[in-house]
């Protein structure tokens, strides 16, 4: 294969200043100033020798974000000013202390970013070991890819040890917040679902678009409108002989104009770790405004359109007990929205979806609310959590209103109203 030498005759290109250009040279190359004012003397100067054509233009590259043009020439190219002589000074002066050997090319150097024969950027093996950076003992290096970055050319690559305990810190960092929000979730969740007092729950109201009808529906909201999941779960509690008059105690906080952050498209853990944590700092910045902070936030979007798929996308998150509810501003579903955010109220007290994702339809026998009926279809209710009423094997529909809902055994066993 062909070799080539990289040299500089001082040119610099449009756009960049000699100052900046020295500057971010000396950088690049990670020696003094004065090592690299030979480049801008106007005469042509040897950079890197007996490289390869993509060694070579590798370097031309560099030096072209530091604004100076380096060319490429044949190793037997003409002889420069700096190439005369038998044993040419390399830009960094080398000391018998901080020295390493190039794996790429085998050229013994200073310690630096980038081998000073084949102008590949390194790691030092001995600071990828934890060895000290001044030990005197040459170190093997590896080629690192450039970035091209300006930070690579302030602080160099980063060592691979110093990446590595970068990487354990920012995971461990999140094992640490993870596991304190998972014990404050726990604690709170064994204080709120041991039903010795009624669950504060505040509705906040978000206009879903900006139509009069959402504006006007809004507006005319009151606690009143949700007086029928009150209803429902104290109904259900006395089935259960739960030991407490009204589970939930609900009341309509004040319109919210943020909207709450869309959760991933995706199922990535991280994305959904992440997005959870900013809704609940979403949820805890824009929920705040009552004189006794409540128990379970539940922040309903209305909408004008009619569109089953809408519901669909509500939520609730037992870690902070919050909940997005999609919902109709029409004065006439106001029933069915209640179903909904019931059920989005008991995600947020550990209850579990009880039907199938892909197909909506409940699951059997938890999803039902009556799983011993002979012959199991058509059911007449819906259990809360398995969401519909089935009517077929392959057919449910939504209840109208809660008087068509009830909650099943494995949910009040999950929200602790019963032990077994």
């Not at 004065?331 to 989005?344: D, F, G, S, T, W």
Request: charge should be negative; aromatic fraction near 8%; include cysteine.
């Amino acid at each position: 294969m062909e070799r080539y030498n990289v040299v500089c005759k001082g040119q610099l290109l449009a756009g960049h200043s000699k100052e900046q250009a020295h500057r971010e040279l000396a950088l690049l190359f990670k020696a003094d100033p004065k090592t690299v004012a030979p480049l801008f003397s106007g005469k042509t100067v040897i950079v890197k020798r007996n490289l390869t054509p993509a060694a070579a233009d590798k370097i031309r590259q560099a030096a072209a974000r530091c604004g100076v043009k380096f060319e490429i020439q044949p190793l037997d190219g003409p002889s420069t000013a700096l190439d005369a002589g038998a044993s040419p000074q390399p830009l960094v002066p080398e000391t018998q202390t901080n020295m390493v050997v190039c794996e790429n090319c085998g050229t013994r150097q200073p310690r630096s970013s980038t081998c000073i024969n084949c102008g590949l950027f390194i790691v030092e093996e001995n600071t990828r070991r934890g060895n000290g950076a001044n030990s005197g003992t040459p170190a093997s290096t590896a080629p690192v890819p450039s970035t091209g970055s300006s930070e690579e050319y302030e602080s160099g690559p980063i060592p691979l040890e110093r990446a590595s305990k970068l990487r354990r810190f920012r995971i461990g960092l999140l094992v640490v917040v993870l596991a304190v929000v998972g014990v404050s979730t726990w604690l709170t969740q064994r204080r709120v679902t041991s039903w010795n007092d009624p669950l504060q729950v505040v509705i906040y109201p978000i206009a879903g678009d900006t139509s009069e009808e959402v504006a006007a529906y809004i507006k005319a909201l009151d606690d009143e409108a949700f007086v029928d999941i009150e209803a429902f779960f104290t109904e259900e509690a006395e089935a259960f002989e739960v030991p407490i008059s009204k589970p939930f105690q609900v009341a309509v906080g004040p319109q919210i104009a943020e909207l709450p952050p869309d959760p991933p498209r995706d199922r990535n853990v991280f994305k959904v770790i992440y997005w959870s944590l900013q809704m609940r700092l979403w949820a805890f910045k824009n929920g705040r405004s009552e004189p006794v902070d409540p128990d379970v936030r539940m922040f309903v979007l209305y909408y004008t359109i009619d569109d089953e798929e809408l519901l669909d996308r509500s939520l609730g998150l037992q870690q902070g007990m919050v909940g997005v509810v999609h919902a109709y501003a029409d004065p006439r579903a106001q029933a069915r929205n209640n179903v909904i955010i019931a059920h989005e109220m008991l995600h947020t007290v550990g209850a579990a979806d009880k039907y199938d994702p892909e197909t909506h339809q409940p699951l059997y026998p938890d999803g039902f609310a009556d799983p011993d009926q002979e012959p199991r279809y058509p059911q007449k209710l819906a259990e809360i959590m398995g969401a519909r009423i089935p009517i077929s094997e392959t057919h449910a529909e939504m209840p109208d209103n809660l008087d068509s809902a009830v909650v099943g055994p494995q949910t009040a066993y999950e929200i602790r109203w019963i032990k077994e």
